[in-house]
């Protein structure tokens, strides 16, 4: 990839240099630096017309803005560019223009010169409009792909007819799809402006083609234009083209708006999963689930701190830092994988101090639990507040999530694919401990019924408990995700609460395909929703009401545990 | 104790309280032996205590606990506080800069509106936003019980469904497009039928027609609850199915509960609104609900003084420590709420009964070993 990538970058180069091929673009400038002539100056700048190197913006900008100088020694002119401050006798650090090297004198010493050693270097009108030239299409070229693609962008926005010479002449030398067709599209849009009629034709054949969603508001705008001229071919071919843009707007906004269904789906599909599994198994509605997600958060964002600044903990005074981590060190990156598991624990652990403490003791009274369970939410809040105050603190994406991918115009980004991946990843995992180990034997004995199993020898206290901890736990789970992608705050857990009740009930009491199908379902008819009514409330609003009326036709859900008992 | 006895207890302890209420605070208010200040603030005690009455009507007598009661209050507060926004007439901010000719409500002129909506205009009418305040919190209470309950939806259910249908509509209720004030709601009310709100009189007014009120409120429930309808509501409460299979429609039954309690809810909302002086969606939010069920479950659920008492006592805490504690108030209430679900599931109503014993022992030490020879 490397290799290739350098090929990419020195073909241009290679093409585009008539002479001197062995001589590098600060040669060059040195060398038109020094020189008298003024052909010769224009003639090596001119050659550097289609390079892409950094430093070639850079020494040009200096030498137009006097930046360069000639410092002679006896035998040599030498131009160089001063940097630093001046010290006490006015001397400043001088650069060599020619190899970025620091100036040495005779001894191998950094040389420090001061005004009276050097003189500015000139450069006439002629001369500054080749060096324009140069700069106009440096970023075209540059071995940056990003740059590039911008700079054509910008070149094709501004619709400059004088620009499509450059272009033409860089398109058979770009290589990569993207930019290339970025070129095709600014000349497209250049050419909208030309008077010839054909070429307007055919520039509106080759948008069409390209059907990018940046052209779809010159396209507009040239639609009024030809309306007002009356021109049926124009006005023809014009509406095609938007209609080409359109569709295929339509089918990214589509897409787009299902993956991000696909990602809030499996978010709640990891809450869910927590809250099916502890309802399923003990009818207990907990309403601190939303604060597992934010302990899950704030685990997330301490731990974060602990990789990177370190936390003081006020009451002892302490501080927890790992030594040798900071903010710019490579380990800090990793924190959120070290914060995964670690949310896990916290929240489970958390889930279990609550089961033991209180909710243990309202197993017979539901409707009790869930309000003993929202006092502990208030609580929880409260607390959440005082230690962390109650704005929003930040969490930051490692690299690694920071990103994202563009498929044809759709933004993938990588915080949510792996939101997703992982969720798919959870449900396998919490699939296997239901169903592959002796705890999740235990569970779905329990579950089905208590006082068989409690005849049978299991203890179901010990076996509540620890269902409750991977209830808390996959909450917990739930809310390192969050941090990646939306706020972490004390009432975090208030935003997802009743979507996530909604999610159970949707997809019936402690079933797992149940609340897997709801989960994505929901996740999906809100972003939907949204996408349609450009509404995120009406939209929510309208799910709501969906939802109740779903429960027309499916009281309990959509998969039902049936069972002979009438009290379920 | 006999049940006589402890009815004549009852009845003098609701008379001597109704009185010194509607009588007795209004007088040393206008003698000036309590300020206007206390006066509005134990208003809005009573009108809590009408939803905490509400609630428990729900949840106490039925078994079905909603979290949607703040719904149908912040509903009744909003049809009142229609009429009373379109009462400030002149007095508003716009209208007296001279820009608002049609006389909106400000908080329309501020949205550029220049006509007002066809569904205001009813408002102008006292008595037609009287009705409103029983019937639109009561008709939606009736639509949404008409599903809920011929589907079956009871226990947590119904409490999660209740708690998203009032989610909804607070969410419906913040946005501008409403019509309906948005964030900051209505609020800078000036007459009502015609008296200035901001006087001393006009307040007393409201806390006695408040008094009055949950008077009249808790005399239905207790009627009601004597009632054979009354039997059936906790029959269903303690096991449906069996008043189901004895032949009762329980659907009929818990439908008629929900309205009638959405529509006392919303009267106390209504009563609400000109005391406190606005109302906003933050009213309506399913943390009120929840709040209000808190007041039932400390005064004692099931019970007619309980909701009273604990919305008074847990509202008086309330005022008290968000001024000492304003960091640990919420800690509190829920801490409390914690240990009374726990220890006192009756409530501060069956303290005394559960205090008397151990008031027995402290008065008679000795009588127990007396008694335990025997064995």
Redesign the interface.
């Known amino acids: 990839m490397k290799y290739f990538l350098r090929a990419v970058f020195l073909l241009p180069l290679f093409l585009c240099l008539p002479s001197g091929a062995a001589e590098t673009p600060r040669e060059i400038i040195a060398r038109a630096v020094v020189s008298t002539d003024a052909v010769t100056q224009r003639t090596l700048v001119s050659s550097l017309m289609g390079q892409g190197e950094e430093v070639i913006p850079e020494l040009l900008t200096a030498w137009r803005s006097d930046a360069i100088f000639l410092y002679k020694t006896d035998s040599a002119t030498i131009p160089v560019v001063l940097s630093g401050d001046k010290d006490a006798a006015g001397a400043q650090v001088a650069t060599r223009v020619d190899n970025g090297q620091p100036l040495q004198d005779a001894a191998g010493q950094p040389l420090r010169i001061v005004g009276k050693d050097y003189k500015t270097a000139d450069h006439t009108s002629a001369l500054r409009r080749a060096m324009k030239a140069v700069l106009d299409i440096v970023d075209l070229v540059s071995p940056n792909r990003t740059k590039r693609l911008q700079a054509v962008q910008t070149i094709g926005q501004a619709q400059d007819a004088s620009k499509i010479a450059v272009l033409e002449a860089r398109l058979p030398l770009e290589t990569d799809p993207h930019v290339q067709r970025a070129l095709r599209e600014a000349l497209a849009l250049i050419r909208l402006k030309d008077a010839n009629e054909a070429v307007k034709l055919a520039a509106l054949v080759e948008l069409k083609e390209l059907s990018t969603l940046s052209s779809s508001d010159f396209l507009k705008k040239f639609l009024t234009e030809a309306e007002a001229q009356k021109n049926a071919t124009l006005i023809a071919a014009t509406k095609s083209a938007l209609h080409s843009v359109e569709t295929h707007r339509d089918v990214v906004d589509f897409l787009g708006t299902i993956f991000r269904g696909l990602s809030l789906g499996s978010i709640l599909l990891v809450l869910a999963l927590g809250l099916a599994i502890t309802f399923g198994l003990m009818g207990v509605i907990n309403m601190a689930h939303g604060e597992m997600i934010a302990v899950g958060a704030y685990t997330t964002y301490l731990v974060q701190n602990i990789f990177g600044t370190g936390i003081v903990i006020p009451f002892f005074g302490l501080s927890l830092g790992i030594p040798g981590m900071n903010l710019s060190g490579w380990a800090y990156q990793f924190y959120f994988v070290a914060a995964i598991p670690l949310s896990f624990l916290m929240a489970a652990l958390v889930g279990i101090g609550l089961e033991r403490s209180i909710i243990q003791w309202l197993y017979r009274r539901p409707l009790e639990s869930l309000l003993a369970t929202w006092g502990v939410s208030v609580v929880l809040q409260q607390i959440f507040k005082l230690m962390f105050g109650s704005n929003n603190v930040q969490v930051s994406s490692p690299v690694y999530l920071s990103g994202n991918w563009t498929v044809n115009d759709i933004i993938f980004g990588w915080n949510r694919v792996f939101v997703i991946g992982f969720a798919l990843m959870i449900v396998f995992g919490v699939w296997l401990v239901l169903t592959r180990t002796s705890l999740g034997l235990l569970i779905r004995a329990v579950m089905q019924n208590r006082g068989m199993a409690s005849c049978m020898g299991v203890r179901t206290e010990r076996v509540n408990m620890l269902t409750f901890g991977l209830g808390s736990g996959l909450a917990g789970l739930a809310g390192a995700f969050l941090s990646q992608i939306g706020n972490v705050g004390p009432s975090m857990g208030q935003n997802y609460i009743v979507d996530c009740f909604m999610t159970v009930v949707v997809g019936g009491v402690g079933n797992l395909p149940g609340t897997v199908i709801s989960a994505f379902s929901i996740g999906l008819t809100d972003q939907a929703l949204q996408q349609i009514l450009l509404d995120p409330v009406i939209g929510k609003i309208l799910v709501l009401l969906a939802i109740i009326l779903f429960l027309q036709w499916r009281p309990a859900g959509l998969f039902v545990t049936r069972s002979r008992s009438l009290e379920d | 104790m006999s049940a006589a006895s402890s009815r004549k207890i009852e009845f003098i302890a609701v008379a001597v309280i109704a009185t010194f209420l509607i009588v007795g605070l209004p007088l040393l208010n206008a003698y000036g032996f309590v300020d206007n200040f206390w006066i509005n603030v134990w208003g809005k005690y009573l009108c809590f205590a009408l939803l905490a009455i509400s609630v428990d009507l729900l949840?106490g007598y039925t078994?079905l606990?909603s979290l949607g009661q703040s719904m149908f209050f912040a509903l009744g507060g909003y049809m009142l506080g229609m009429h009373l926004m379109l009462m400030i007439g002149e007095e508003g901010v716009y209208a007296k800069a001279g820009k608002n000719p049609e006389l909106l409500p400000d908080f329309m002129v501020f949205l550029g509106h220049t006509f007002l909506p066809a569904f205001w205009r009813p408002f102008y009418s006292f008595g037609f936003s009287a009705l409103m305040v029983v019937l639109v919190p009561g008709l939606l209470a009736l639509a949404?019980g008409f599903?809920?309950f011929?589907?079956?939806?009871k226990?947590?259910?119904f409490?999660?469904?209740t708690?998203?249908?009032t989610?909804?509509a607070a969410?419906?209720f913040?946005?501008n497009s409403m019509l309906m004030g948005g964030n900051n709601g209505f609020t800078d009310f000036k007459f009502i039928l015609g008296s200035d709100l901001r006087t001393g009189a006009t307040q007393r007014g409201l806390f006695i027609a408040t008094a009055v009120t949950l008077l009249i409120v808790y005399l239905l429930i207790r009627w009601l609850s004597h009632t054979k309808f009354g039997l059936v509501q906790r029959a269903i409460r303690d096991g449906e199915?069996r008043v189901l299979f004895s032949g009762y429609a329980t659907a009929h039954f818990k439908l008629f509960i929900f309205t009638l309690s959405a529509a006392i809810a919303s009267v106390g909302g209504a009563l609400y609104v000109p005391q406190v002086g606005g109302i906003n969606p933050s009213v309506m939010t399913?943390e009120k609900s929840?709040e209000a069920?808190?007041w039932v479950?400390v005064g004692g659920r099931g019970t007619l003084l309980g909701p009273i008492l604990g919305a008074i006592v847990i509202n008086a805490l309330k005022t008290w420590a968000t001024v000492r504690y304003p960091?640990?108030w919420?800690?509190i209430?829920?801490?409390?709420?914690?240990l009374v679900?726990?220890f006192l599931?009756g409530g501060l109503v069956s303290l005394p009964k559960r205090l008397a014993p151990l008031w027995k022992k402290f008065r008679a030490p000795a009588a127990p070993t007396a008694s335990t020879p025997a064995v």
Do not use: E, H, T
């Open positions: 949840w078994g606990l949404f599903l809920a011929r589907s079956r939806i226990g947590v259910y409490s999660i469904l708690q998203a249908l989610y909804g969410l419906l913040f946005r199915n399913p929840l069920v808190v479950a960091d640990y919420l800690i209430l829920g801490g409390l709420f914690i679900v726990l599931p």
